[in-house]
């Protein structure tokens, strides 16, 4: 690997954030965020916005999310 290599998982949270922005609706990244004893879970794409009761289901629903994401 050249000096020019990059990597998201060696991004500051914000740089990370500003490129999901920026991916024009693709499954680049999923939020999965406490909100009081809920967790609201999204995806860059803009096309999941959902509610779970807890962080792993919402990594679960995430997961279905992606692997769906492409398929008609």
């Given at each position: 690997?050249?000096?020019?290599?990059?990597s998201a998982l060696e991004e500051?949270?914000?740089?990370?954030l500003a490129s999901v922005a920026n991916t024009?609706?693709?499954?680049?990244?999923?939020?999965?965020?406490?909100d009081g004893d809920r967790y609201r879970c999204w995806?860059?794409?803009g096309q999941w916005n959902v509610e779970a009761?807890?962080?792993?289901?919402?990594?679960r629903l995430a997961r279905?999310?992606?692997s769906t994401?492409?398929?008609?």
């Amino acid at each position: 690997m050249g000096d020019d290599y990059e990597s998201a998982l060696e991004e500051k949270p914000l740089e990370f954030l500003a490129s999901v922005a920026n991916t024009g609706g693709s499954c680049d990244g999923q939020a999965i965020i406490p909100d009081g004893d809920r967790y609201r879970c999204w995806c860059s794409c803009g096309q999941w916005n959902v509610e779970a009761s807890s962080q792993v289901e919402g990594l679960r629903l995430a997961r279905l999310h992606t692997s769906t994401a492409g398929m008609p």
